[in-house]
């Protein structure tokens, strides 16, 4: 194709024109709308000259729309008279379709077809004002078209054809021409509309925030794993990781959308990451103003287009499994059900048997009297009563029937008389005379003294073959062999005896028929099943299951839901409850057995019931601290899980494969202020990206994690003693590296409240041993000191009493002195165990001072090795150890519920960037036009078009710079200790200089 100047006019071959009428003719034919005019030769081959002139005129002058469009895209449009005229959903493909119009409009200008006299000329309407512009709009159609819609289609509504002879119109015809042409305008512009959506896509969906979140995670969790193992590391997530991610994620979106990413991005994310690697040396180092100031005057050197991933470390992974036990829960109840009161009560309901009293009553002869007879006539009844008298008057046989599930205990029958006296009282006149009548009626009564073994213990109803063998059992004591004195003795001894049951059955006057009784328990019962007990506490303690690390921490799973689940699979393993019992002694180890295991299924669902509203306070302080929650903290872990897709393979044009290519300024969206000394796009002093890093649990101590856990901490001005001596413990490594007389100050004062916190909680150990134990207080006291004698400082001491150390070594101690037995010494380990001294705890104040001195001087210490980041001072300094990393973070899992069984921490990081100019073009890939190519770049300037022709151009709208905003959450799971995991500078959110506004 010829290229026609805007300003000069020209005129197609006629070789090309016969191959372009061979194909228009037939498209353009239909589309005719004829006047009347005269059928003569001479106009017919002005009009064919003409209209394959237009045809060229519109190829033309779409595609020279299609290639300023893309260079000057209207994303948002102006309000002006002209930039009203686009729509905001389709201002680009507006914008194209005026340029296309007045590009086209301009080209047909130049048409003309001659034939002899006769002259044929092209035209559109003249765009005079805004109501003609959007005319204009109108007359254009514009779509994606050819293979895999690389190219773009075009029609030209209604071009005027007008036939002159000899200066004089003689007709007119209308032409709707459509062209395929193959500027890339429409994909180029499709293709970064898309990639601007997937940068500000949310978790839920493929984007930058879902390549961040699997970017961030595998940063996260290799610094936290680390700084849980003891390296020293500050900040878990800094922001210098934020960016590095963030870019990375950037760089990965361009190739899935446009099938490959800025080049020079690649080679700048290089630059960062090994950066980076030396500023996580140097830990702690809040270098990234010197970072990205030596990143912006790198070389860049080629590189793998491949982004660079973390390097692997031996740290899990979100998804890895975490084995959690029942553990302390199991000690917990233990020490509940095994309270002497508590097993007493346990065993006693198990030697506790029904009994009842079962009668019959069977009439042999008589009845009650009749009327005595009046004295005479005229007298008249005025009362009549009858009196009785009730007497065994001898034994006799019978038999009462058993109601089913008891069994028999004593039966004896009698034979009663019931003596009847019955006396009238009658009346005539003033006088009154009685006449009596006496009658006897016999009765047999049968009784029968039965008993079940059922009673109240927990334990199932079985028989037991040896109920009532006192040799039968294997502790030498009676079963219920005394049960049946105890029944007769209860239901009737108390009545009266056999002959006072049987009178009270006659008089239905027996008013006691059940009881219970218990039966004698042997003297070594109470140990028998306590070492019973023990050996189903350490089954019920190894009881496991196997959750996901990251759904701990986002709280989609309940570990202390899924053990209780599993306790009950494992009940009738652990419950072992025979088909009979061998004796009342092995029933009553099974009740204790069933009470154990109901006890630890109440812990168990109390703290599934605790770990619901830690889940719901976790959420309020996500809420309270960033703008996430735990719902999209669950996404992100689920976007940390998805592969990340392929790139987008390269689209095939007509002419061959359409190749793109992306050019971005900056290639690196750096944390930094730029100005245009480096990039001309940037407007005076810029930040490309900005952040914003929230650790939601870390220090202050008593801050977000109390919020939740409550009980952990003590609340108000107080810590727990583990806090208190972890704090200690930092500031007595840091001032083996560093004097300093400020920490120094305040790690004494820290001591001295540590101490008197040991001091009382050595007091409560003795009282335990005094109290639990035959030793006199001075005894107890000499265990206890002698067992503590190799915790010789007040944080290392602290901390063996905060985490049973200290309890588990004064019990061998003891054992060992006194002689306990496996009995004793276990409870008495149990009893020291759960001993607590709430009334001396580290004020807050004091803690937290000390933390922010340890701080201080780690970053003073810190800063210098920066200054002289040399490869020998930080190799120096990464082997110099300060105390910060010893400071607890995190929020645990879950004090005050036991067991702690990890520590976990959030970080919600929120980045905004902004391209100063964002630029992708396209290989047209035609034969006659080889490196042709389209170019789409979006800068933020003012793009004007001259719609009416008057030498000035309207504002049609904005280029907007490619922008985004994306968020994610990210949690890292520890196993339990004092150190925790999370950021220890003190400073809880991290923000970049600019934030929260990226650009200009």
């Known amino acids: ?31 005719f709308v004829t006047e009347p005019a005269p059928s003569e030769t001479g106009v017919e081959r002005a009009l064919n000259q003409a209209i394959a002139e237009t045809q060229v005129a519109v190829r033309d002058g779409v595609s020279t729309a299609g290639q300023q469009a893309a260079a000057s895209p209207v994303v948002t449009p102006a309000d002006t008279p002209a930039g009203r005229v686009l729509n905001d959903s389709t201002a680009f493909r507006d914008s194209l379709r005026i340029r296309a119009y007045l590009r086209v409009a301009d080209r047909l200008e130049r048409v003309s077809g001659r034939s002899g006299d006769v002259t044929v000329t092209a035209s559109l309407p003249a765009v005079a004002n805004a109501s003609g512009l959007r005319a204009a709009k109108h007359r254009i159609s514009v779509e994606r078209a050819g293979p895999n819609k690389t190219a773009m289609r075009a029609t030209v509504e209604n071009i005027v054809l007008t036939v002159r002879r000899n200066g004089a119109v003689v007709s007119t015809r209308r032409v709707s021409p459509t062209v395929v ?29 879902q390549r961040m979140t699997a970017r961030l995670y595998p940063i996260a969790w290799a610094r936290g794993y680390a700084q849980y193992g003891g390296a020293g590391i500050e900040n878990v997530v800094a922001n210098r990781h934020v960016s590095l991610a963030t870019n990375g994620a950037l760089l990965g979106v361009q190739r899935s959308t446009f099938g490959r990413s800025d080049p020079a991005g690649r080679r700048a994310i290089a630059e960062a990451t090994a950066m980076t690697g030396i500023e996580d040396i140097v830990r702690g180092s809040k270098g990234t103003a010197h970072s990205s100031a030596v990143l912006d005057q790198a070389q860049y050197k080629p590189v793998s287009e491949t982004p660079l991933h973390p390097k692997s470390t031996t740290g899990p992974s979100p998804t890895e499994s975490m084995t959690v036990g029942v553990n302390e829960t199991a000690d ?7 309270d002497p009161s508590t097993l007493n009560e346990t065993l006693e309901d198990a030697y506790t048997v029904e009994v009842a009293l079962e009668t019959d009553k069977h009439r042999l002869g ?21 009196t009785t008298a009730t007497e065994a008057v001898g034994k006799a046989s019978g038999r009462v029937a058993t109601p089913d599930s008891w069994h028999t205990l004593e039966t004896f029958s009698r034979t009663v008389e019931r003596q009847y006296t019955r006396t009238a009282v009658w009346q005539n006149g003033s006088v009154r005379r009685r006449t009596t009548r006496s009658s006897t009626v016999r009765y047999r009564v049968t009784a029968a003294v039965v008993g079940r073994h059922h009673g109240r213990s927990r334990a199932p109803n079985r028989s037991i073959r040896t109920a009532h063998d006192a040799s039968a059992s294997p502790l030498n004591g009676s079963n219920f062999a005394d049960v049946e004195p105890k029944a007769i003795g209860s239901l009737v001894n108390h009545a009266g005896g056999r002959d006072g049951v049987a009178e009270r059955v006659v008089d239905d006057s027996l008013s006691r028929t059940e009881a219970t009784v218990a039966a004698d328990r042997p003297p070594e019962l109470h140990d028998w099943v306590y070492r019973d007990l023990m050996e189903l506490r350490a089954s019920v303690r190894n009881t496991t299951v196997t959750v996901e690390r990251g759904r701990v921490g986002t709280f989609e799973t309940s570990p202390p839901e899924e053990l209780r689940e599993r306790v009950e699979k494992r009940r009738a393993t652990l419950a072992a409850v025979p088909e009979t019992y061998d004796s009342a002694a092995q029933k009553a180890r099974v009740a204790a057995r069933l009470t154990y295991l109901n006890a630890v299924s109440a812990e168990l669902d109390r703290q599934a019931s605790a770990r619901n509203g830690h889940r719901k306070r976790v959420n309020t302080q996500l809420s309270k601290r960033t703008e996430g929650s735990l719902r999209a903290l669950r996404k992100g872990l689920t976007a940390s899980e998805t592969p990340v897709p392929r790139s987008r393979p390269v689209p095939v044009g007509p002419a061959g494969p359409v190749r793109t290519r992306v050019d971005t300024q ?47 901490f003590e609340g108000g001005d107080r810590v727990r003693l583990a806090m208190a001596a972890n704090t200690l413990a930092a500031a007595n490594e840091t001032l083996k590296s560093e004097s300093n007389a400020t920490l120094a100050s305040e790690r004494d004062a820290l001591q001295r409240e540590v101490g008197a916190a040991n001091t009382e909680m050595t007091t409560a150990l003795w009282l335990a041993v005094s109290q639990h134990t035959e030793a006199e207080q001075d005894e107890s006291k000499a265990i206890v000191a002698d067992a503590m004698e190799q915790w ?29 037995t496996r009995v004793e010494r276990d409870r008495l380990r149990l009893q020291l165990l759960s001993v607590d001294a709430p009334a001396t705890k580290p004020t807050l104040g004091s803690t937290n001072g000390t933390a922010s ?31 910060t990393d010893r400071l607890p973070a995190g929020l645990p899992l879950a004090p005050p519920v036991v067991p702690w069984y990890a520590t976990a921490n959030i970080w919600w990081v929120t980045v905004e960037g902004e391209y100063a100019r964002f630029a992708v073009s396209a290989s047209h890939g035609r ?19 001259d719609v009416d022709d008057d030498g000035t151009g309207e504002r049609l709208g904005t280029a907007d710079r490619v922008s985004f905003r994306a968020e994610t959450g990210v949690v890292v799971v520890v196993p339990p200790k004092p150190r925790g995991v999370g950021d220890k500078d003190g400073n809880a959110v991290e923000e970049s200089s600019g934030w929260p506004d990226a650009g200009s």
């Open 927 to 945: 034969p006659s036009a080889p490196g042709a190519r389209t170019t789409y770049a979006r800068d933020g300037h003012n793009v004007t078009l």
């Open 181 to 209: 042409v193959p500027t890339q305008a429409l994909m180029l512009h499709d293709q970064v509309s898309t990639y601007q959506t997937r940068l500000n896509n949310g978790l839920g969906r493929p984007g930058l925030s």
């Open 332 to 338: 917990t109840t233990f020490r509940a059900v095994t």
């Open 366 to 386: 008589g009845g009650p009297p009749e009327m005595p007879p009046s004295p005479g006539t005229g007298w008249t009844l005025v009362a009549d009563r009858t």
């Open 792 to 820: 010789d400082t007040s944080a290392v001491r602290a901390l063996a009493l905060t985490n049973g150390s200290a309890q588990e070594r004064v019990a061998r101690v003891a054992s060992a002195r006194l002689t306990l």
């Open 853 to 883: 001195a340890v701080r201080s001087v780690a970053k003073t210490e810190l800063s210098s090795a920066l200054a002289n980041a040399g490869e020998r001072k930080v190799q120096q300094f990464a082997q110099k150890r300060l105390g």
């Open 666 to 712: 900056t290639p690196y969206l750096t944390l930094t202020e730029l100005d245009e000394s480096r990039y001309r796009a940037l407007d005076g002093g810029e930040h490309p990206l900005v952040a914003r890093n929230a650790n939601v649990f870390t220090v202050p101590y008593g801050d977000a994690a109390d919020a939740v856990v409550g009980g952990a």
């Open 1 to 31: 194709m010829v290229a026609v100047r805007d300003d000069s006019r020209g005129r197609v071959p006629f070789a090309l024109l016969g191959v372009l009428l061979l194909v228009s003719s037939l498209t353009l034919a239909p589309t």
